[in-house]
Nanobody
């Protein structure tokens, strides 16, 4: 069973930045796409960003495009989500997840393993 762990959440003022990290218990990042999703209170889970292991292709939801950047560090087996120009509506629990395949966008049903999440709170 692959275990994913997210770190880096916290409280930040609007306009600020945070960097989330996702680590895995094994070298799963070598072959599968990794995505970041988020869930705000009372809302459904929402896709934020994904990175494909083939060619390092990246995908973003329109709501975060231009503000968030997903990247990977193969040597450290980490995936990052750099979040800039944060807004109060970005407040949510953020989850990283491993996809079933090397290339995947935002379909949560195509993701197999999920972390426990890290809370991001953006104050106005």
């Amino acid at each position: 069973q692959v275990q994913l762990v997210e770190t880096g959440g916290g409280l930040v003022q609007a306009g600020g930045s945070l960097r989330l990290s996702c680590s895995a218990s094994e070298l799963t990042f070598r072959w599968y796409a990794i995505g970041w999703f988020r869930r705000a209170p009372g809302n459904v889970r929402e896709f934020a960003a994904a990175i494909a292991w083939v060619g390092g292709l990246t995908y973003y939801a329109d709501s975060v495009k231009g503000r968030f950047t997903i990247s990977s560090d193969h040597a450290q087996n980490l995936v990052y989500l750099q979040m800039n120009s944060l807004k109060p509506e970005d407040t949510a629990v953020y989850y990283c997840a491993q996809a079933k395949s090397a290339v995947e966008r935002g379909n949560p049903y195509e993701y197999v393993y999920w972390g426990q999440g890290t809370q991001v709170t953006v104050s106005s």
